[in-house]
């Protein structure tokens, strides 16, 4: 059968890192409070020169260099992300031209903080499905664009960045011994929008709008919503928390994860953590962690991943991939 393998992997982040202190002087709070609810001490803030398609673009040039490979190898981008360069066309088309791509197809994927697993998700069914041979799966956000700045609540957590993975359509046996994505879970509830939503649109309000979060709302149900989707992928395919080397969640909350791994019972030494030094960047997070765990050698060639998520709508997911 048909596995999407990973090939290469990349990250982008912007010039300007923002930390607590920083917002000290910005908002009514403090280092300490953000750090003991969140785990964040930093964030990096996207400049004017700065956007989602220039970020993204730099991430993708980054994993095609690691995989050794140019544009011209690519058929498709896959591009998740909640803040567009623009309303249309879509920012993976943007990104296409950047890339000197005139071939292939691109579309955006939004999911929220979700959206990475649902990006990795579609592009593994597509190069399953012969579409593809090679896939360019980006996430890239600029929250900070969309952030109430003056909303202690909100503007504490979310950061910009962008991270990419090349995945390649190879040949596999059908057992979990193989390389690539080997099983996926993914959902939604639309009834819970209001606990995470931005309060505008272009059908709505005809402005961009800003980030509004119920915290206590969302943290209810996180733990809960993501140990599902992951016991979901352990019995798809035969596997268990033992079986795992590493777990890659969404960065958003370091109460959340440590919570999640708990009950899961996957040990710390095996969770990868940098909500610290990016904050919450939303559809980047996972593959900046990603580009953080592979660099520094953790992460290995034939190392059984587990990616999850968790974010507004509410979505959520889960992915199983060997490295």
């Known amino acids: 059968m048909i596995r999407s393998v990973v090939c290469g992997y990349g990250a982008a982040l912007p ?23 969140t785990g964040i001490r930093q964030r990096y803030i996207a400049g004017d020169d700065e956007t989602t398609a220039s970020l993204g673009e730099q ?13 011209d190898d690519i058929d498709l981008i896959v591009l998740a992300t909640s803040t567009p360069n623009n309303t249309f066309p879509a920012t993976a088309v943007e990104i296409q031209n950047r890339l000197g791509m005139k ?54 957590l979310f950061g910009d960045g962008a991270g990419a993975l090349i995945l390649e359509a190879q040949e596999g046996q059908g057992a979990v011994s193989d390389r690539g994505i080997l099983a996926a879970q993914l959902r939604s509830d639309g009834s819970h929008r209001e606990k995470l939503y931005v309060d505008g649109g272009p059908s709505t309000t005809g402005t961009v709008g800003h980030l509004r979060m119920e915290g206590r709302e969302v943290f209810k149900h996180a733990v809960g919503m993501i140990t599902d989707v992951i ?16 777990l890659v969640p ?8 440590d919570g999640s791994a708990k009950k899961l019972g996957i040990p710390p030494e095996k969770v990868v953590i940098t909500v610290d030094i990016h904050g919450n960047t939303s559809a980047a997070s996972i593959p ?18 587990m990616l999850e998520a968790m974010g507004g709508g509410f979505t959520w997911g889960a992915l199983l991939v060997r490295w």
């Not at 900046?288 to 991943?305: E, F, H, Q």
């Open 231 to 246: 016991e979901g992928v352990f019995t798809a395919t035969g596997t268990t928390a033992e079986n795992l080397d590493w």
């Open 103 to 156: 071939h292939g197809y691109a579309f955006d994927m939004q999911a929220v903080c979700t959206g990475f697993v649902y990006a990795m998700a579609t592009a593994d069914l597509h190069l399953r499905g012969g579409m593809a041979k090679r896939a360019l799966v980006i996430g890239a956000e600029t929250f900070s664009r969309i952030l109430d700045w003056k909303d202690r609540t909100t503007c504490v």
């Open 250 to 257: 969404h960065q958003a909350n370091r109460r959340i994860i």
């Open 59 to 71: 991430a993708a040039r980054a994993a095609l260099d690691n995989a050794g490979l140019t544009p």
């Open 288 to 305: 900046l962690a990603l580009s953080v765990a592979c660099s520094d050698g953790r992460i290995k060639k034939g190392d059984l991943v």
């Open 15 to 37: 010039k300007r890192v923002l930390s607590n202190r920083e917002l000290e002087d910005i908002v009514d709070t403090s280092d300490e409070w953000i750090v003991q609810r």
